[in-house]
């Protein structure tokens, strides 16, 4: 049977932040590609007629976003920790790692300053960004992917020819659907730790200014979550002024939400932080909160071979800032 084929000279798999930052930069002669129903961690919730950030993400520097075109501002960030150090990282380590790594939600320094946060929320940067990159876009399942001769088959059997491919979906993902390459194993060394990452908006005593952003680590084993952080927002014009609530808690086993989310009431109880009017509650899972590749020099050899040019925190998987994002894919668009 003759399958249709589709040329294109810059196949990027996933409709990502990172996918988008990069094909805004040769949009015309990209294609975008990414599986039904996907999403990334930058999508929000529906509330209020706008969207609200499902994961609280600050930026360590406000340029880089500034070179997409949106504006950020400095925030007095507050780092309170409850317990040990030592404890709290045993609640992310991951096997085979002796010193955690900052993860993606604590890449800004524990400080008062230099710390920033967007003008607009990342659910409505990223829409901006989808909406902005007059890319093609692809939505179907990838069935197999072959480094060697360049093509991707999708789900129906469509057979894209490429180029050149980029891919910002997981890397063990992408190393699935590889064939007609000897990886050697390489894909039982991809450690990664679910985050539930709980949203709760409503009204607490404690004081929180405007431009505040206080954040509990919670290094003791009494709690169950690693984070709890507290911010203001004015979710939209028409609404008056809430507290945001996120609280991180990472999964060792399988956890029903709804129990995690009872439960982080009772540890913000626990906490001193009482919450009054609720008028938002909800949690989603976050498949890759942490991530590390074991024996990164072996593997990084095999994975040059394949011709495949890996961006953002999934693709590249390693634990990435926003910003960090951004100038890597600027600095790679200026070598080619």
């Known amino acids: 049977m003759l399958r249709k084929r589709r040329k294109i000279k810059t196949l990027i798999l996933g409709d990502s ?7 805004a ?9 990414s599986w039904p129903g996907a999403t990334s961690t930058l999508d929000g919730w529906g509330f209020a007629d706008t969207c609200i950030d499902r994961t609280p993400i600050f930026l360590e520097e406000p340029d880089c976003l ?15 920790l409850i317990g040990e150090e030592a404890s709290l990282k045993d609640k992310f380590s991951l096997r085979g790692e002796e010193t955690p790594n900052n993860t993606w939600y604590d890449l800004f320094p ?11 929320s990342w659910c409505q940067i990223i829409k901006l960004l989808r909406n902005n990159v007059e890319v093609p876009r692809l939505y179907a399942s990838i069935t197999s992917i072959n480094p060697e001769e360049r ?10 020819e490429y180029e050149d491919i980029v891919s910002s979906i997981p890397q063990d993902l992408l190393l699935s659907r590889l064939r007609g390459v000897d990886l050697k194993n390489i894909s039982e060394n991809y450690a990664y730790l679910p ?12 004081r929180i200014g405007e431009n505040e952003v206080v954040v509990y680590a919670l290094g003791r084993k009494r709690y169950v979550a690693s984070h709890t952080i507290l911010l203001k927002s004015f979710i939209n014009a028409t609404t008056k002024e ?17 129990e995690i989310l009872v439960k982080n009431f009772s540890e ?7 919450v009054r009017e609720v008028v938002f509650a909800r949690s989603y899972l976050e498949k890759y909160g942490r991530i590390l590749k074991l024996g990164r020099s072996s593997h990084d050899e095999i994975l040059k071979e394949l011709n495949i040019r890996f961006i953002g925190r999934y693709g590249s998987w390693e634990e990435l800032s926003i910003c960090n994002i951004i100038k890597k894919i600027q600095s790679t668009h200026k070598r080619l």
Do not use: C, M, W
């Open 195 to 206: 985050y539930n990452i709980s949203l709760i908006i409503g009204e607490i005593d404690q």
């Open 110 to 120: 524990k400080t008062y300053s230099n710390v920033h946060k967007p003008v607009l």
């Open 242 to 258: 809430h507290t945001l609530i996120y609280v991180l808690t990472p999964l060792r086993r399988g956890a029903d939400k709804t």
């Open 17 to 23: 932040f990172s996918g988008n930052v990069y094909a």
């Open 268 to 274: 913000l109880k626990n906490l001193g932080i009482k």
């Open 66 to 80: 500034r070179r997409l075109g949106f504006e950020s501002y400095e925030i007095d960030y507050e780092y309170v």
């Open 151 to 160: 093509t991707v088959l999708l789900e129906g059997g469509v057979l894209i």
């Open 25 to 33: 930069q040769d949009p015309g002669n990209s294609l975008l590609l």
